[in-house]
């Protein structure tokens, strides 16, 4: 059933997206279009913390050789379902591919490299990187990222749902007794159990803002190509090329790769990409 329907509130006044529960509908939280667009009730300045933290805290065990503490928490991991958004579908939700935490561990010391790549220009934020992350980790799905951002920001759309649910005069569907969960908790540094969520139509509920719900992400390999390796090339060859042609070069030049494991071999040749694409989008 629509959000919109079992509230009894039309889809264009709603806040959130409107999912049909226990449906999943297949598109993906975007993180920094949280960051950016501040939705109302959404506790932007929290949650951009708790990622910024969750991150940074795997980079910093990265550093100290901790590699046990980083299995450790990305083992934590599982998937969540109470948004509806992915690939799982009613009654075969282990369909989804939920987070791929074997190929995120794998990765995680390019993450640490491009951070440094980066050296303070522009300063690394939450937002920043997520567009590292996304850019690095060429085996973890879109379906992985909105499992492991609804893991980490778990208590903040809780509490989205929870100020959305009574701005609408439906408090009572809040539920803080079922359905334990957990988030990414700042001060431990560490996965911390958590309870509360919507029960809609007997199912537990956690909304997200419309304006982060998207097909795809906003920041991808592609997008970063396209803007700077792509029009570089078009610029050596004195605009005389289109974006496409300009494109097709550079993929002709490494065959064999997928567009993120380009993205990153260009960005590990010259550091300066990555800085340079992460000024430009990042204001």
């Avoid at 889809?11 to 598109?27: G, N, Q, R, S, Y």
């Avoid at 009574?166 to 539920?175: I, P, Q, V």
Wanted: proline residues 5%.
């Amino acid at each position: 059933m629509l959000l919109s329907d079992y509230l009894e509130v039309s889809a264009e006044d709603l806040p959130m997206f409107d999912v049909d529960v226990p449906i999943d509908t297949k598109m993906v939280i975007d993180p920094t279009e949280l960051i950016i667009r501040e939705p109302e009730h959404f506790p932007t300045v929290s949650a951009a913390d708790r990622l910024y933290d969750f991150f940074n805290t795997l980079i910093e065990l990265y550093n100290d050789k901790k590699f046990p503490e980083i299995s450790a928490i990305l083992n934590g991991v599982h998937e969540i379902n109470d948004t509806y958004l992915g690939e799982s579908s009613i009654g075969n939700h282990a369909q989804g591919k939920g987070p791929d935490s074997e190929s995120l561990r794998d990765y995680i010391g390019n993450i640490v490299n491009m951070v440094g790549y980066v050296g303070g220009r522009p300063q690394v934020d939450a937002k920043a990187l997520f567009v590292i992350f996304s850019l690095c980790t060429p085996n973890f799905g879109k379906d992985g990222f909105s499992d492991l951002l609804t893991n980490i920001l778990y208590c903040d759309f809780s509490k989205y749902t929870h100020d959305v649910l009574n701005a609408l005069g439906k408090e009572n569907l809040f539920d803080e007794v079922q359905y334990q969960r957990q988030y990414w908790d700042i001060d431990t540094h560490m996965w911390k159990d958590f309870v509360g969520c919507a029960v809609i139509h007997n199912y537990p509920t956690i909304f997200v803002p419309k304006e982060a719900v998207q097909h795809t992400y906003t920041y991808t390999a592609l997008k970063f190509i396209m803007a700077i390796p792509v029009v570089a090339e078009q610029n050596r060859n004195q605009g005389n090329i289109t974006k496409q042609d300009a494109y097709k070069r550079i993929k002709d030049a490494n065959p064999g790769l997928s567009v993120k494991q380009l993205a990153f071999n260009i960005i590990r040749e010259n550091p300066n990409n990555l800085a340079d694409y992460l000024n430009r989008i990042l204001v």
